[in-house]
């Protein structure tokens, strides 16, 4: 517990840190930390005995993240982004020249990567962006965490205290209902406060956007399970003592960033 608690500490505060400090510590962050949890995605497939594509996925996805940043800071059309297409698509070559029996399999799971790991990443950087196209704004992003971490802390309390009905007994035994929806009560609650001191949009939009992160980031929590269930392990990894891996602290954002920055977009433009 006490190793738990100080691994959660630091971890606040370097993830607090990573948007207060500026438009570039904000991007290089980010970037690294879609790397490392890519990387551990594979490594967590690969006991499996399916070999995805490494070293190709994690150059694709590092050239996908910083093209995707580049829209920001150079300016340039979103065509440009089809320029990473050769590099991702290069894996069906390169198994030509390996001898394997699930050959496609190696592929996909390469490819899930990007969808699962890298893209996720991509729209939780540009929410930094969402409210000027050009200049970095800390406070969606900074909301987010805050609106995803209340609602993890209201889950937990109002589940221990209240829990009777599984949510999703399958993948997850310990959810309930009553931890959803009080965590989803927990995160709304963050959202009205902010809305007095964040002032691009309307409190009704900032508590829709914590019912949002409610909803799919919990699914993203049983999605990492599902994913952990199927490979017969515990964690996704041992970066963090006490919490495990990178994708056990970030499943809520990977399903809940894309779906958020939609809403957002379709709201403020």
Same mark, same amino acid.
């Given at each position: ?17 990573? +948007? ?15 790397? *490392? ?9 690969? &006991?499996?005995?399916? !070999?995805?594509? !490494?070293?190709?996925? %994690?150059?694709?996805?590092? *050239? ?16 440009? /982004?089809? %320029? ?67 609602? $993890? ?11 009777? !009905? ?23 609650? +963050? ?10 949009? &309307? ?23 599902? /994913? ?17 891996? %990178? /994708? $056990? ?9 894309? +779906? ?10």
């Amino acid at each position: 517990m006490k190793t738990r608690a100080i691994t959660a500490f630091f971890f606040t505060i370097v993830m607090l840190g990573s +948007v207060f400090l500026g438009t570039y510590t904000f991007t290089a962050f980010y970037l690294i930390l879609s790397l *490392l949890s890519l990387f551990e995605f594979y490594k967590l497939i690969k &006991t499996s005995g399916i !070999r995805p594509h !490494r070293n190709i996925g %994690l150059a694709a996805g590092a *050239l996908i993240f910083l093209m995707a940043a580049g829209l920001h800071y150079l300016k340039y059309d979103v065509k440009y /982004l089809l %320029l990473c297409v050769p590099l991702i698509f290069s894996v069906f070559i390169t198994e030509l020249y390996k001898k394997n029996k699930i050959p496609f399999a190696n592929i996909s799971y390469t490819f899930v990567g990007f969808a699962y790991i890298t893209f996720p990443f991509c729209f939780f950087h540009a929410l930094g962006f969402i409210s000027n196209w050009s200049e970095y704004n800390f406070h969606f992003p900074l909301a987010f965490l805050l609106m995803l971490w209340a609602n $993890d802390t209201g889950a937990y309390l109002f589940g221990v205290k209240y829990g009777k !009905r599984k949510l999703f007994e399958r993948h997850s035994p310990k959810k309930s209902w009553e931890g959803f929806f009080g965590g989803m009560f927990t995160s709304a609650l +963050v959202a009205y406060g902010l809305s007095f001191i964040f002032k691009e949009t &309307t409190p009704t939009v900032w508590v829709g956007m914590a019912i949002l992160i409610a909803s799919f980031g919990t699914l993203g929590d049983l999605v990492e399970s599902m /994913l952990k269930r199927s490979l017969d392990t515990k964690d996704s990894g041992g970066l963090l003592p006490g919490h495990g891996g %990178l /994708l $056990d602290r970030f499943d809520g954002l990977l399903l809940a960033a894309p +779906v958020v920055y939609a809403y957002l977009y379709l709201i403020l433009y």
